[in-house]
T-cell receptor
Framework: SAVISQKPSRDICQRGTSLTIQCQVD?????MFWYRQQPGQSLTLIATANQGSEATYESGFVIDKFPISRPNLTFSTLTVSNMSPEDSSIYLC?????????????FGPGTRLTVL | DAKTTQPTSMDCAEGRAANLPCNHS???????VYWYRQIHSQGPQYIIH???NNETNEMASLIITEDRKSSTLILPHATLRDTAVYYCIVPKRGTYKYIFGTGTRLKVLA
């Protein structure tokens, strides 16, 4: 299993600013994912962040808007850049501790972002 | 990619079995089905997964039809704490990336 913490747990930001969200895992994991959950909606995968390689983004998400860092096997950050009210969402990270061997992923508690 | 279809919402009486269906008719032979749930304001929680055989763990049972085109998650004795949105997921083909559908909002009634 894996225990994941995220910081901040919530924030209220002004449009045009940027926020960096941290994801910390209690064990070393190769595969890490970032999701967005807009109000009342399901989760949407933003990108995959594997240590030692560039993050890969899903359709509709770009690096300039959501830059990701993955400096080591226990930590990652997602930045939401030049924010607008449409970016108000819950942002979650998840990990696959066994590296994709058809086992479960573990999710963090999420960061609730409100953009005014 | 295999698309999943679930009912939008269901109610279940406390103490009764909750049976949550999922249709994944385009699933391929080596793709797993995963079930997660999301209790309000929390991150999704893993429940169970399977390939073709029925599976059971301490939380639930997973029944997969022989043609693998649908599955049912069974919570044998639902409690109020099982009220959540339940997601049936088939990862994006050839990857371990999850594509979340709309899920089923299960309400357990006292």
């Amino acid at each position: 299993s894996a225990v994941i913490s995220q910081k901040p747990s919530r924030d209220i930001c002004q449009r045009g600013t940027s926020l960096t969200i941290q994801c910390q895992v209690d064990s070393q994991v190769t595969m890490m994912f970032w999701y967005r959950q807009q109000p009342g909606q399901s989760l949407t995968l933003i990108a995959t962040a594997n240590q030692g390689s560039e993050a890969t983004y899903e359709s509709g998400f770009v690096i300039d808007k959501f830059p990701i860092s993955r400096p080591n096997l226990t930590f990652s950050t997602l930045t939401v850049s030049n924010m607008s009210p449409e970016d108000s969402s819950i942002y979650l990270c998840s990990v696959d501790p066994k590296g994709g061997q058809h086992n479960e992923q573990f999710f963090g508690p999420g960061t609730r972002l409100t953009v005014l | 990619d295999a698309k999943t279809t679930q009912p939008t919402s269901m109610d279940c009486a406390e103490g009764r079995a909750a049976n949550l269906p999922c249709n994944h008719s385009t699933i391929s032979g080596n793709e797993y089905v995963y079930w997660y749930r999301q209790i309000h304001s929390q991150g999704p929680q893993y429940i169970i997964h399977g390939l073709k055989n029925n599976e059971t763990n301490e939380m639930a049972s997973l029944i997969i039809t022989e043609d693998r085109k649908s599955s049912t998650l069974i919570l044998p004795h639902a409690t109020l704490r099982d009220t959540a949105v339940y997601y049936c997921i088939v990862p994006k083909r050839g990857t371990y990336k999850y594509i979340f559908g709309t899920g089923t909002r299960l309400k357990v009634l006292a």
